[in-house]
């Protein structure tokens, strides 16, 4: 089972911008680069939702809400996803996941029933 470990969030006022990175590590037979990869978030009492999400093949999908303003990209010499947070708003604040799923094709990105791996999270706070 992969490890993933997330790294990035913080504090930030609305209008600011935050990259969280996940950090990705002991895969089994497979690679990074076979992996697509997911950010999610959680509200405290909500269910998991999806932000973003990137295939093998670099291709991207993401939520309407943060459409324009973040930015799912991968380095796979780095084994690292990244997710590029601008014009931050209160209603962003949350902890943001990231998953990994063996070669799941673009139109399962931002389900997070298909992932097998998950992160610990790293809280992203926005204030007004």
């Known amino acids: 089972q992969a490890q993933l470990v997330e790294s990035g969030g913080g504090s930030v006022q609305a209008g600011g911008s935050l990259r969280l990175s996940c950090a990705a590590s002991k895969f089994s037979y497979v690679t990074f680069d076979q992996y697509a990869m997911g950010w999610f978030l959680q509200v405290s009492g909500k269910e998991r939702e999806a932000v973003a999400g990137?295939?093998?093949?670099?291709?991207?999908e993401s939520i309407d809400s943060v459409k324009g303003r973040f930015t799912i990209s991968r380095d796979n010499a780095k084994n690292t996803v990244y997710l590029q947070m601008n014009s931050l708003k209160p209603e962003d604040t949350a902890m943001y996941y990231c998953a990994a799923g063996w070669r799941l094709p673009s139109w399962y990105l931002l389900r997070p029933q298909e992932y097998s791996d998950w992160g610990q999270g790293t809280q992203v706070t926005v204030s007004s």
């Open positions: 990137i295939t093998a093949a670099d291709t991207t």
